[in-house]
């Protein structure tokens, strides 16, 4: 199998989607070449692949998510809605191979294949078409065989096409060009090189993995409501909720994300902007310092699998010394980064500050803030689940280093 350092690029909804792969090979050789211009570029080269995006910490150890028994009293019996909280149990998991083309790799997944799981539909995580399978079943369905799209689409023969080595001239060194390069066009489109000769190149624009797919074998065991309390209150989870919500800051929040994505127990992560003054705020508003806003991670947990204590803790861990830092975490300075515990319920507050209390020392005030839990918005789609997308592993329990820009 051959070895790429960026994986499947798809959206938390179900049905955007976009890619991105670089081979190894091509990485070492520094080469990105802008078909146009033909100006040589290394912005590809390893910047991406050995950057830490803070702590690594040891990923609490908790019980399986299958092991959380079973409440009847939060089972709904209806198909899951978009939202939902869904268990079900992965039978089997296999590559189909290509379709028709030179068989494509499929890469390992990076998310759990096996066992019983459970995911927000329509939260990410996992291939979007696996959540549209999941949406059409009642509780204790079983489907075999089912194919689902590995992510990187059909293969289009449309986008494979030849250019003439005049066109391409001496404006860059076609010495470090090879069959199986990477190339990116000056639209922007990615391509790689199939075949060569001395009068013209191929190109071939699709995805190295298009018309890759999965045979599934599934059982949807059970849907539940997913939680409604997502902002502060004192008398915590609305009757009924099984699931409960935790927001932190924690600097980039990419890094943070993927930290609680391999936690077990937690069943849906998001990364938004929160604790400011602007409704609906972008990105570059919430980078300007003007909203009020921090990024912030919004996680999804089962308390019965990931206390909220662990939650914090795990946070904490990846904060370490910049506890004591004022808007900044690690490299990354201003407001957008102040790092704060903001709780859900009173319960939440008392778990927060009585674990900061073990980082005073009355020599450094702690700068972690804690505060009630105010509006979440959604950051867009492109931030979310960001290092999944780039290739870094999101399975319960992973402990790779995670790399702000792998």
């Given amino acids: 199998m051959r070895q790429f350092i960026a994986y ?30 033909f100006r040589a570029s290394s912005s590809l080269s390893l910047a991406n692949a050995d950057g830490e995006c803070g702590a690594t910490p040891e990923i609490p150890k908790s019980p399986s998510s299958a092991s959380a028994a079973f409440d009847a009293s939060t089972s709904l019996s209806r198909k899951p809605k978009s939202g939902d909280i869904v268990t079900f149990t992965l039978l089997s998991f296999r590559p189909t191979g290509g379709d ?44 075999e065989g089912a194919t689902i799209d590995a992510g990187y689409g059909g293969y289009n023969p449309d986008l494979k096409f030849q250019i003439s080595t ?128 921090t990024e912030a991670i919004r996680v999804i947990y089962d308390p019965e699998v990931a206390s909220y204590s662990s939650l914090v803790k795990l946070g904490l861990d990846r904060l370490g010394g910049d506890v004591y830092k004022l808007n900044q975490v690690g490299n990354d300075r201003g407001t957008q980064y102040r790092h704060g515990i903001y709780y859900h319920d009173d319960e939440q507050r008392k778990v927060a500050e009585e674990l900061l209390e073990g980082y005073r020392n009355g020599e450094r005030e702690v700068m972690t803030e804690v505060a009630e839990a105010k509006v979440f918005y959604m950051a867009e789609d492109y931030h979310q689940q960001y290092l999944l997308k780039g290739g870094q592993s999101a399975k319960k329990g992973a402990s790779e280093s995670i790399r702000c820009y792998g």
């Fill in 8 to 37: 499947l690029l798809y959206s938390h909804t179900i049905t955007a989607k976009a890619w991105s792969v670089v081979s190894r090979r091509s990485v070492a050789s520094g080469l990105l070449a802008n078909i146009g211009s």
């Fill in 100 to 143: 028709g083309h030179d068989e494509p790799d499929v890469l390992e997944p990076l998310f759990d294949t096996a066992g019983t799981l459970r995911l927000v539909l329509d939260g990410g995580n996992y291939l979007p078409g696996l959540h549209q399978l999941l949406s059409t079943m009642n509780p204790g369905e079983t489907i």
């Fill in 166 to 293: 005049s066109d391409i001239g001496d404006s860059i060194d076609t010495s470090l060009v090879k069959v199986g390069t990477a190339l990116r066009m000056g639209n922007g489109m990615d391509c790689r090189v199939t075949e060569m000769n001395e009068k013209e190149w191929t190109l071939d624009a699709n995805h190295v993995m298009a018309g890759s797919a999965y045979y599934v074998d599934v059982r949807l065991d059970r849907v539940e409501e997913g939680p409604k309390n997502w902002e502060y209150a004192a008398v915590g989870q609305i009757i009924g909720d099984k699931y409960e919500v935790a927001t932190f800051a924690l600097g980039c929040f990419w890094g943070g994300e993927l930290a609680y994505q391999r936690m077990p127990g937690v069943v849906s992560t998001h990364v938004g902007y929160t604790q400011g003054h602007k409704e609906k705020p972008t990105y570059e508003e919430v980078c300007s310092g003007r909203t009020g806003h």
